[in-house]
Structure formats: C-alpha cells, structure tokens
T-cell receptor, first 115, second 108 residues
Framework: GAVVSQHPSWVICKSGTSVKIECRSL??????MFWYRQFPKQSLMLMAT?????????EQGVEKDKFLINHASLTLSTLTVTSAHPEDSSFYIC???????????FGPGTRLTVT | EDQVTQSPEALRLQEGESSSLNCSYTVSGLRGLFWYRQDPGKGPEFLFT???AGEEKEKERLKATLTKKESFLHITAPKPEDSATYLCAVQAYSTLTFGKGTMLLVSP
C-alpha cells in the first residue's frame, strides 16, 4: 500500500521559535498534498492544500504567514510553523493523493508542543 | 456546504458482537466517500473508497456500503484489535470533509 512518512514524529520547542515538519510519499508520486491539524478528541481540520511547484491554498482562518508550506517535489512537502506559540501546540498530519479522484493516504502525524 | 455526520459518537461492543457505524452526508456532486481507521496518536489509516450508490467493499471483518445519502461500515464478529476511531469523509471537488468519527471499543 501507499506509504506517507512524516518527520519528526514529535517536537518540543520554545515559544517564538520556528519548527519545520517534513512529509514524504515514499512509494508514489503525489500530485496533491494536504496539511491537517487535529485537537484532542476532535476530527481533522484541513489547513491547506498544495500542488507541486505552485503556491498552497489555505483554508479560511489559517494564517499563511504563520504556516508556511513548500511543495518542492512530487514526493516532498514541508510545513513550517513560524514564531510558534503555545496555542499552536497540536497534532499535525499530512496526506498525499494521486490524481483528483485518487485515494488519499495519511502520514503518522507530528505532535508539536510549544512551551 | 458539505456536511458529514457520523453516529454513534461512541460504541462499545463485546468481542464477536456485530454492529454497524453510520455516516450520513450532504454534498453537491460526490466524487468519493472514504473510510479511515485512526488509532490514538496516529494518522488515519485508509480503509475504503466508495464512488457510487450501491457499491460495497470488504476487508477482513469490515464491509462498507454506500447509498445516495449515507454509508455504513459493518463490523462482523469484531475483535479487541478493531478498537479505534473510525472516520468517514466525503470528497466533492478537491478536498475531503470529515465527520467527527465513531470511537469503537471492543471488549474481550
């Protein structure tokens, strides 16, 4: 089956610093990648959609200057949380899809804690 | 606006006790309905995609069905390892809209 990896799996950082999370599709090329965040006991909330080589499309209410997304290749997307604050602490999950109607596979998630 | 409602919110079963999870949806132009399993602290694991009413898919003890308004995930003779949160999502154009999930607990 299709495998999506994320790195790191967890990170603790101090308030005001920036954190980069990597998302890779290991055995397929993803035309589109997505970034979600999930709070405890809640469902996934889409943050942004990105296609390789183009700017990400952010969902309403998501600050594009705070959550920088780079989709450098068909197998790699990165999410950088800039000037992180405690309220940014969450579980961040990426996913990758082949084609417009293809299945969407999720990474294992990254637990971010900002102190 | 696309809407996905899952019920029940939580379900406790005895091992071997079959049941069904429901996913009701409202979407303009369904491209696909997806079922995922999510374990605590992990990303969702893909289970099924259904594309049209009447379609059914099976995998081990799980069977997913689709009508024009809802989907069911049937669990036959569940085992404790089936305990997880099951998420339903619909795709209208590009992105998925998720329900809040059903938390399933199977006791031995």
């Amino acid at each position: 089956g299709a495998v999506v990896s994320q790195h790191p799996s967890w990170v603790i950082c101090k308030s005001g610093t920036s954190v980069k999370i990597e998302c890779r599709s290991l055995d397929f090329q993803a035309t589109t990648m997505f970034w979600y965040r999930q709070f405890p006991k809640q469902s996934l909330m889409l943050m942004a959609t990105s296609n390789e080589g183009s700017k990400a499309t952010y969902e309403q209410g998501v600050e594009k200057d705070k959550f920088l997304i780079n989709h450098a290749s068909l197998t790699l997307s990165t999410l950088t949380v800039t000037s992180a604050h405690p309220e940014d602490s969450s579980f961040y999950i990426c996913s990758a899809r082949v084609g417009l109607r293809g299945e969407q596979y999720f990474g294992p998630g990254t637990r971010l804690t900002v102190t | 606006e696309d809407q996905v409602t899952q019920s029940p919110e939580a379900l406790r079963l005895q091992e071997g006790e079959s049941s069904s999870l429901n996913c009701s949806y409202t979407v303009s132009g369904l491209r696909g309905l997806f079922w995922y399993r999510q374990d605590p602290g992990k990303g969702p694991e893909f289970l099924f995609t259904l594309y049209s009413a009447g379609e059914e898919k099976e995998k081990e003890r799980l069977k997913a069905t689709l009508t024009k308004k809802e989907s069911f995930l049937h669990i036959t003779a569940p085992k404790p390892e089936d305990s997880a949160t099951y998420l339903c999502a619909v795709q209208a154009y590009s992105t998925l809209t998720f329900g809040k999930g059903t938390m399933l607990l199977v006791s031995p």
